[in-house]
């Protein structure tokens, strides 16, 4: 391996480890809230992706049924815990909140994919209407599944978080069909750098990596809601106590997480083909970041993916056929390292 | 008087059933989701549209979905065993599915017929492989062509990259077997999982290699991805894929990169293009008529070709096996066995099958053309 390909390969290393860095993000953002391993966080990825891709092709995003079906489904819920004998008096602002959220809202999404020129919007604007599509998915998935088991273990919420992926597979399936696609580059540019060959593509996405983080790091330190989030993660009782409400931090920090996977999707839709389960193993090589980072850190689990990044790069020219397994197991001196060098309990050991 | 004629005629009405023979049943396993949907949905569409009988007798098939996992696979077939006591088993879609469907089959003493590709499903004849057969060609079969065609055009070196599974695995071992006999070297192998979003390692070390073509061993549209890199990465030298990329979905996901590329194929996919006096053109474009009716939205495929084989093998074999026994019972399943090992001469949409006892696959060289991709479309090299 001479230096030219060795720069190649650390290229395309840091432009996966990019994407995984903020798949991971999200996955330790959402554990720290509500002790969920969001496994579904790489359907949300291609959920993404195959949209925009569906966008740009001008076809009617399927996607828009599942938003729909999914806003009916919470609003049922939330109609019946208000109205069935022996519930909780709540103010009538809680059913009109969720009208306006699970009911409106999604319909507002669907009139604008019907009514709007799907093809013949600029990119910002697909990109934008590919969040608004599949982002909400994911706090709605939070009120279905995970809300109601919120003081289950970790391990039952795992347990549920993979039954939640199953189903979005099948769908995705139903959805997008078994056939992958590739959505359009950014841009077609190409700078030479030496031996480097740039492309505009990877750039953007290392750069919108980097802004993302950027973003989240200064909604968390800046404003009311972000350290209310911080709050929750740290202590759920206390935050209970001094007025911060729980369930709220749970969807918002699910709702993070969806705009992560969604754009995560949009970011690596052009580079490479996706499939309905191509998600999954990206969501696994994200969570690998996110165990680096002990689930608790943001800093160590970007790293840690991007390090994912770049050992999937080189073990793929050294060993290709052991690729996956050494990606893998480096979850196993990791865990050994963690356990030698942490002194903290967990809360659950203490109940 | 009243009570014993009622009796009687009860009795009768209840032996009625055993009179009668009993409908053909066909237990068949698709791959309709997972990464080998590709494969197992068109193959599922066929079998929708396959006459419900043979030779005046009622067939039955039931489709399950293995979800392109061999595990699941077997699962199928052992409830089709067990529960609805098949007379045939069809399946997998995929190599690895079949290849561990055999044991089922073979301790049931039930025919199989895998719609998959590797040689390795049905030989050697062994006392298990006795009970299977298949309809595609082998990868063996469609190697020859390749290193035929390889050879023809001055070709001396190879790079190989294909799935690190049985698929994969398989082509490349036979690649290696047949490349000797050919003078064509192999300078590097590589290998890379259907799911995989980037192979720009493994081009790498192909392009360190720098060999005259690269052979690139996968199924379905994942097959694109090292074209679109090498390509991408400037590689001037020929690309060779297997028949297992034959739809139309892989030329939408190829592109440009995939132009010019050559690939053996079985003479279905060019039906169009073969000369009138072929036999094989026939049942092709009866077939492409009665799937186009019923789909008008998707073409007929490679695929969904051999999965009509599997129903001109049977309509084939049942008439001879149902002269020597029931359906439903161990006798005509071995009947049916030994009707389909001794098929000769049948016509079907990918070859001229001639089974034995040593070959329960059936083709020869006119089972398969190399076919170049020309402007999106297959195109006969002749």
């Known amino acids: 391996m001479d230096t030219s390909i060795a720069l190649i390969l650390a290229q395309d290393g840091i432009t996966t480890g990019a994407v995984y860095a903020l798949l991971a993000v999200g996955l330790v953002l959402v554990f720290a809230v509500t002790r969920v391993i969001f496994i579904p966080q790489g359907e949300m990825v291609t959920y993404g992706a195959l949209t925009m891709v569906m966008l740009q092709a001008g076809a009617f995003p399927t996607t828009v049924w599942m938003l729909l079906a999914m806003g009916l489904a919470v609003f049922i819920k939330d109609v019946w815990s208000r109205l069935r004998p022996g519930a909780a008096p709540a103010g009538s602002h809680v059913l009109r909140n969720s009208a306006l959220l699970n009911l409106l809202l999604p319909v507002v999404v669907y009139l604008l994919a019907r009514l709007l020129p799907l093809q013949a919007l600029d990119l910002p604007a697909q990109a934008a209407l590919t969040l608004a599509i599949v982002a909400p998915l994911a706090p709605m998935w939070y009120r279905l599944a995970f809300e109601p088991l919120a003081h289950a273990s970790v391990l039952v919420l795992l347990i549920v978080a993979v039954a939640v992926h199953f189903v979005m597979l099948g769908l995705g399936l139903a959805m997008f069909g078994a056939e992958g696609a590739r959505s359009n580059p950014f841009s077609d540019l190409r700078f030479h750098l030496g031996p480097l060959s740039l492309s505009g593509q990877g750039l953007a996405v290392i750069v919108a990596s980097v802004l993302i983080m950027a973003a989240l790091s200064l909604f968390f330190n800046a404003t009311v809601a972000g350290k209310a989030l911080r709050a929750t993660a740290v202590n759920r009782l206390g935050a209970r106590l001094v007025g911060i409400e729980v369930a709220h931090s749970g969807q918002l920090a699910f709702l993070l997480a969806g705009l992560i996977g969604a754009f995560s999707g949009i970011l690596i839709g052009p580079a490479t083909t996706l499939y309905y389960d191509s998600g999954f193993v990206i969501g696994l090589k994200g969570f690998v970041g996110a165990i680096i980072g002990g689930m608790v850190s943001y800093p160590i689990a970007a790293g840690g993916a991007l390090f994912v990044g770049l050992m999937e790069a080189y073990a793929s020219f050294w060993a290709s056929a052991y690729k996956e397994v050494l990606v893998f197991a480096l979850i196993v001196p990791v865990l050994v390292w963690r356990s030698f060098s942490s002194h903290t309990l967990l809360d659950e050991e203490e109940e | ?382």
């Open chain 2, 1 to 382: 008087m009243l009570k014993k004629l009622l009796l009687a005629s009860a009795v009768a009405l209840s032996l009625l059933p055993l009179v009668a023979n009993a409908d053909i049943k066909v237990g068949v396993t698709l791959s309709t989701t997972g990464p080998a949907a590709s494969l197992g949905i068109p193959e599922k569409m066929a079998f929708a549209i396959m006459p419900k009988e043979i030779d005046g007798q009622k067939v039955d098939y039931i489709v399950l979905d293995d979800a392109s996992d061999p595990v699941a696979a077997v699962k199928n077939t052992r409830k089709f065993v067990s529960e609805d006591k098949v007379d045939v088993i069809v399946g997998s879609s995929t190599t690895p599915s079949s290849l561990a469907m055999i044991d089922v089959a073979a301790d049931s003493q039930t025919p199989m017929i895998s719609i998959a590709s590797s040689i390795k499903i049905v030989d050697p004849v062994d006392a298990k492989r006795f009970w299977v057969f298949k309809t595609p060609q082998t990868d063996a079969i469609m190697l020859t062509a390749v290193t035929a065609h390889m050879a023809d055009h001055g070709i001396k070196t190879v790079g190989l990259i294909g799935f690190n599974d049985a698929y994969g695995e398989g082509v490349m071992r036979e690649f290696n077997t047949l490349s000797s006999l050919h003078h064509l070297k192999v300078v590097a192998q590589e290998e890379y999982k259907r799911n995989d979003t980037s192979v720009i390692g493994q081009v790498l070390k192909i392009m360190e290699a720098n060999p005259d073509a690269v052979l690139i061993a996968a199924s379905g549209t994942p097959g694109a991805l090292p074209a679109t890199t090498l390509r991408d990465r400037g590689y001037k030298g020929k690309i060779y894929f297997t028949d297992g990329i034959i739809n139309q979905d892989f030329l939408r996901v190829g592109g440009k990169a995939v132009e010019g590329a050559y690939l053996p194929a079985g003479p279905f996919v060019v039906a169009k293009q073969l000369p009138d006096s072929n036999p094989i053109k026939k049942v092709s474009l009866d077939f492409i008529k009665r799937y186009d009716a019923a789909y008008p939205k998707s073409p007929a495929n490679s695929f969904s070709a051999h999965a009509w084989n599997v129903y001109l093998l049977l309509k084939n074999a049942v008439p001879v096996a149902l002269k020597t026994a029931k359906p439903g019972t161990k006798e005509f399943r071995r009947a049916l066995r030994d009707a389909l090992e001794n098929t000769t001469n049948l016509v079907t949409a990918h070859g001229i099958m001639n089974m034995s006892k040593t070959d329960h696959m059936g083709f020869d060289q006119r089972s398969r053309v190399m076919v170049e991709i020309v402007k999106g479309q297959w195109k006969l090299v002749q």
